[in-house]
C-alpha cells in the first residue's frame, strides 16, 4: 500500500524508481492497483493533501514465509532510499506497508471515516483474520498521511518526541550492526 504523488508525471517518474529497485532485488512486478476511495468521506484539510493511493504486487520466485518477508522488507528499505536519493520526501511517496501478510490501511482522518473512505474495508468479500484501527492526534507535528496513525507495525498512545534523536543513534551505530539473517545484505537496511 503506497501513497503516491497526485500528479501524473511525477507519479509515473516514482513509479518508475520502484520497478527499477524491485528488478534490482529480483523481484517480478505482477501489477499496480488504483486503491478504491470515497474522498467525499475526508474533511477539507485531509482531502487537501491527500495522495493518489496504490497498491503495487510483486513476488519473488522461491521465496516464503519469514524469507519472503525479509526480501519484501530489504527491497522496501532500498526503494525508500532510492526515492530520497532522488530527492522524494514522504510526501511525496510513503510505503504504508510493503508485506504479504498486512495490508495497512491508514489516513488523515478519526476511526469513523475509515470504511467510508477505504471501499475495500466496506466489501463483504474482503475477509481478515485481525483488524486494529487507531485513532490518534499528534500535537508536536503538522499533519500529514504519511504521519498518520498507525505505523507500519505499531500503534501507540504516546507522542514519539525523538524522532530525529533515535534516527541520529541509528546512524552512528550502522558500521556496528551486523545480522546472522540479512548477512551481506545489512547496509540495505
Given at each position: 500500500?503506497?501513497f503516491?504523488?497526485?500528479?501524473?508525471?511525477k507519479?509515473?517518474a516514482?513509479?518508475?524508481?520502484i520497478e527499477?529497485?524491485?528488478?534490482?532485488?529480483?523481484?517480478?512486478l505482477?501489477?499496480w492497483?488504483e486503491?478504491?476511495?470515497n474522498p467525499?468521506?475526508?474533511g477539507?484539510i485531509?482531502?487537501s493533501?491527500?495522495p493518489?493511493?496504490t497498491q503495487v504486487?510483486?513476488?519473488?520466485?522461491g521465496?516464503?514465509?519469514k524469507?519472503?518477508?525479509?526480501r519484501?522488507?530489504?527491497?522496501?528499505?532500498?526503494i525508500?532510499?532510492?526515492?530520497?536519493?532522488s530527492g522524494y520526501?514522504?510526501d511525496?511517496c510513503?510505503i504504508?506497508s510493503?508485506?504479504?501478510?498486512?495490508?495497512?490501511?491508514?489516513g488523515?482522518?478519526v476511526?469513523e471515516?475509515?470504511?467510508?473512505f477505504y471501499?475495500?474495508?466496506?466489501?463483504?468479500e474482503?475477509?481478515?483474520?485481525l483488524?486494529?484501527v487507531?485513532?490518534?492526534?499528534s500535537?508536536?507535528t503538522?499533519?500529514?498521511?504519511?504521519?498518520a496513525?498507525?505505523f507500519?507495525?505499531i500503534?501507540?498512545?504516546?507522542?514519539i518526541?525523538t524522532i530525529?534523536?533515535?534516527?541520529?543513534?541509528?546512524?552512528?551505530?550502522?558500521?556496528?550492526m551486523?545480522?546472522?539473517?540479512?548477512?551481506?545484505?545489512i547496509d540495505?537496511?
Amino acid at each position: 500500500m503506497l501513497f503516491m504523488p497526485n500528479d501524473d508525471e511525477k507519479r509515473e517518474a516514482v513509479s518508475k524508481v520502484i520497478e527499477k529497485v524491485i528488478a534490482e532485488e529480483k523481484g517480478t512486478l505482477i501489477g499496480w492497483r488504483e486503491v478504491p476511495i470515497n474522498p467525499d468521506a475526508c474533511g477539507d484539510i485531509a482531502l487537501s493533501r491527500m495522495p493518489h493511493i496504490t497498491q503495487v504486487f510483486i513476488k519473488f520466485d522461491g521465496l516464503n514465509g519469514k524469507e519472503l518477508e525479509r526480501r519484501l522488507y530489504i527491497t522496501r528499505r532500498c526503494i525508500e532510499k532510492q526515492l530520497k536519493e532522488s530527492g522524494y520526501s514522504i510526501d511525496d511517496c510513503y510505503i504504508c506497508s510493503f508485506s504479504s501478510k498486512t495490508i495497512l490501511y491508514k489516513g488523515m482522518f478519526v476511526g469513523e471515516q475509515m470504511e467510508r473512505f477505504y471501499l475495500d474495508l466496506a466489501n463483504k468479500e474482503y475477509v481478515t483474520a485481525l483488524a486494529m484501527v487507531h485513532q490518534g492526534y499528534s500535537t508536536n507535528t503538522f499533519p500529514s498521511w504519511a504521519l498518520a496513525q498507525p505505523f507500519r507495525y505499531i500503534l501507540h498512545n504516546g507522542e514519539i518526541n525523538t524522532i530525529q534523536g533515535n534516527q541520529n543513534k541509528m546512524k552512528a551505530r550502522e558500521k556496528q550492526m551486523a545480522s546472522e539473517l540479512f548477512g551481506d545484505e545489512i547496509d540495505k537496511v
